[in-house]
């Protein structure tokens, strides 16, 4: 990380601080106390739950404010330059940075682990950095730190949608499992293939509910992995209370940042909270001339939409130069059009529109929003970071899609031209042949962008004192620090503890240009990596507290 970025992200630490913000988020339990490293702040919190800055903060998200503050920069500093360098320009390189990085986490856990700071104390207590700590006494009592794993197999458990409206995620499966077949056929990990046993549950949180159960009851995993917020919302708890890790959350619900109350889950896109304040970052910036503006957003009608709304309402209301008016129109989930919904949003004359959806709604919002007449009226059209994936979401939609924007969360499309020539898209592309699959497909590329943080964690694990096992697995993830090779240079990708509970911070704003059916970056990469608050979600009282 820079010189500058450093700088802004303690002032930022600082701001946070000052306010109690970090309390308010969920660093605090509901008795008041805090983590060991944390009492300052519960100390500041126990005077300021009537004040105005903790009614304001309790979102857990950051404000237009903070990201300014942060990202405030000194010119005349210089960037660090890193102490090893590599070359990303061929896949060997690539290959010996990601072992480098996983030696260094290797070395740092396990020293923690030998001077007892870290791993399972006598009290039966996982303890990492920051504070991150799991009571395992509260465990079932037929709970194995090793379930799941065999002589010669890895067995984690997958619950994906690939039938309805949403069925294009579940190519997610497809790819994640054939970067699996491609480490199988390669060693494995410590000898071990990973087994992927994949669930497709339509996207109905009942059916995701009846699946955890079996993989928990009779598929003997060693882990789970879900796609959703509405259906992971439905299971995170019980997945906690039987103590199976959960790490990297096919989905960028702010819920997945509670490592407190959730401390076996973890997300990997970037939050859809963050995803808000960005929109207005964008919005601030590049409309200054017509500020405050009219904003409608699409929502889809579930707990993922509603992270969306609740995000963009709470910047709308710290923010009202910027946004004069916000209309929320919600769409169900299953619904075959959207030309009620967008008939309403025409009426209501916004100058800017926003997606808040998923899966083959994204095509519905741009198709309608076109042929409705308003994209030629609208400052700026706007698609949600989950359907910035080009085969599936922009190139159907031919001409209409010509110019929407993206906050994508630093994401590379497999698809995209100027990332054809990349080593490590290539070697995606070339294993998917291999496997027969399409590398057309974009959503498989998209796979692996989850599978090799999931494989990095795996292979640290692996190589702590007393092997691969679940709470080792929860300290390689709790201290994850690499280089993502599928997201874009300038955003940090990584956890810490309790502190950083967040794997992706910041984002590209980019802009499609149908034509060469690629995403053009506009302005500069936004990242705040460590700066955003915990979330202990509370759906009735309205997002994060």
């Known amino acids: 990380m820079g010189g500058k970025m450093k700088r802004g992200i303690l002032r930022l630490l600082a701001l946070l601080l000052a306010f109690g913000m970090v309390a308010a988020s969920c660093g605090s339990d509901d008795d008041g106390s805090a983590g060991s490293d944390s009492s300052a702040t519960a100390d500041a919190s126990d005077d300021s739950g009537d004040s105005e800055e903790a009614e304001e903060e309790k979102t857990g998200t950051l404000s237009q404010e ?6 405030e920069a000194d010119d005349e500093e210089e960037a660090e330059e890193p102490e090893v360098s590599f070359d990303r320009s061929t896949i060997e390189g690539i290959w010996e940075e990601a072992a480098y990085n996983r030696q260094q986490m290797v070395d740092k ?16 207590v996982l303890k990492g950095p920051g504070g991150f700590r799991i009571d395992l006494n509260d465990c079932p009592g037929d709970w194995s730190d090793t379930h799941g794993i065999t002589d010669s197999e890895i067995r984690i458990g997958h619950t994906t949608v690939q039938s309805g409206n949403l069925a294009a995620y579940g190519n997610l499966a497809v790819g994640w499992d054939s970067l699996n077949r491609y480490v199988n056929e390669n060693g494995g990990v410590g000898g071990k293939s990973i087994n992927l046993i994949i669930k497709d549950d339509g996207y109905v949180s009942a059916q995701t509910i009846e699946f955890v159960d079996e993989l928990i009851e009779s598929a003997n995993v060693f882990s789970i992995l879900t796609l959703g917020s509405p259906n992971t919302l439905a299971v995170y708890d019980k997945i906690n209370e039987e103590c199976i890790p959960h790490p990297f959350v096919m989905s960028g619900h702010p819920a997945w940042g509670d490592p407190e109350n959730h401390p076996w889950t973890t997300g990997l896109h970037m939050s859809y909270s963050t995803e808000a304040v960005l929109w207005g970052t964008w919005i601030k910036n590049n409309l200054a001339d017509k500020l405050p503006v009219k904003v409608a957003g699409l929502v889809m009608d579930n707990d993922f939409g509603l992270a969306y709304e609740i995000g963009f309402q709470d910047y709308t209301d710290k923010n009202p130069d910027v946004v004069a008016e916000y209309l929320p129109v919600r769409h169900d989930p299953a619904a075959p059009t959207l030309t009620n919904e967008v008939t309403t949003i025409d009426a209501f004359d916004p100058d800017v529109f926003i997606s808040m959806t998923a899966g083959n709604p994204c095509l519905l919002a741009i198709q309608e929003v076109e042929s409705s007449g308003l994209l030629s009226r609208l400052d700026a059209a706007f698609t949600p970071s989950v359907c910035k994936a080009i085969a599936a979401y922009m190139k159907p939609a031919g001409m ?24 490590f898209i290539a070697f995606i592309n070339s294993t998917l042949e291999e496997h027969g699959l399409d ?32 709470t080792n697995l929860m300290l390689a993830a709790r201290n994850l620090a690499i280089y993502h090779p599928q997201i874009m240079d300038g955003i940090n990708t990584g956890l810490s503890g309790a502190t950083d509970a967040y794997f992706v911070e910041g984002s590209d704003f980019s802009r499609f240009d149908a034509e060469g059916q690629t995403w053009n970056q506009v302005g500069e990469i936004l990242d705040l990596n460590g700066g955003t608050p915990n979330c202990k979600w509370d759906k009735d009282q309205g997002g994060c507290r």
């Open 400 to 423: 209409a899609a010509h110019d929407w924007l993206v906050v994508g969360g630093g994401n590379k499309d497999s698809t995209d031209p100027k990332y054809a020539n990349e080593p």
């Open 66 to 71: 903070d990201i300014e503050e942060a990202l």
């Open 109 to 124: 856990i396990t020293a923690k682990m030998d001077a007892g700071e870290w791993g399972i104390n006598d009290d039966n």
């Open 439 to 470: 590398p057309a497909i974009s959503l498989y590329a998209a796979g692996y962008s989850y599978g090799y943080p999931y494989l990095e964690i795996l292979r640290v694990a692996d190589e702590l004192p007393g092997g691969l096992s679940r």
